[in-house]
């Protein structure tokens, strides 16, 4: 089965650059959503996706078993995690940057995902329902687990933006955590950071793409999370089933945020 690789990123209005960075290719997806003041997230996420994608590209062939994969994925989070560190060791002005980081290595018909944040990556088979193979980092999530919150109320939680885990922080809050699955014919995957899955609940995203026609799956996820209020930046990298009888319109839209740091 064939896949196509769509993906979308705007920065939110009230900030003046865009704190998410992204790569994505055929082998592997990487979101990060940087954290830390306008010019400090920016340089974390962008160190984290050239770290990880250095690193990946330069072993994922390597990497045979599922247990390789990990400590590969797992490696390469932690890489990142000392460059930031060391960045911040010469720009004191930073300290406290760091970053949500959320990957997907796909070898065949299986995928295995890491990922140390609130940034998400969901799975979609048609002969169930949509569900995030990611459990957020996060202080609300905490306490849904303890079952002091329903998940409707997260969304509202005034403390709904602090995070337990990132990349950036060193051994204490970089631990990473890890999942396979199997990829159906038909099924589908979504990487995003809070922009969307802060704002729009599982059913709203799975109505999304059941109705996802031609690729337009990531700008469709964008406008709903806008509609609902979403003041966040927003990226999302989708990978959907290529069918033999669609006629794309044109050109698969993507938007490649350029790495710089």
Known sequence: MEFCINSATVKSRWHEKNEDCFICNDKYIVVADGMGGEACG???SNIAIS?????????IEEARSEDDIRKLMF????????EILR???????A????????????????????WCGDSRCYYY??????????????????????????????FTHPDNNLITKYVGGGEDTCTPEFVSSRIEDDGSIILCSDGLSGYCRTEEIERELQSDIHGELPARLMRLALSKGSDDD??????????????PKGPIRSWFK???H
């Open 51 to 59: 770290t990880i994608s250095s690193c990946l590209d330069g072993h």
């Open 95 to 114: 300290d406290g940057m760091g970053t949500t980081v959320v990957i997907m290595v796909r070898r065949e018909d299986n995928m295995y995902v890491a």
């Open 125 to 154: 088979d048609p002969s169930k329902r949509l569900c995030s193979l990611t459990v957020d980092h996060s202080y609300v999530q905490q306490l849904i687990d303890q079952g002091k919150i329903t998940e409707d109320e997260s």
């Open 42 to 44: 920016e340089v974390a």
């Open 87 to 93: 960045y911040v060791a010469s720009h004191p002005d």
């Open 75 to 82: 490696s390469a989070i932690s890489r990142a995690d000392g």
């Open 234 to 247: 927003i990226t999302i990298v989708t990978l959907t089933p290529k069918m033999e009888s669609s006629r």
């Open 258 to 260: 350029k790495l710089t």
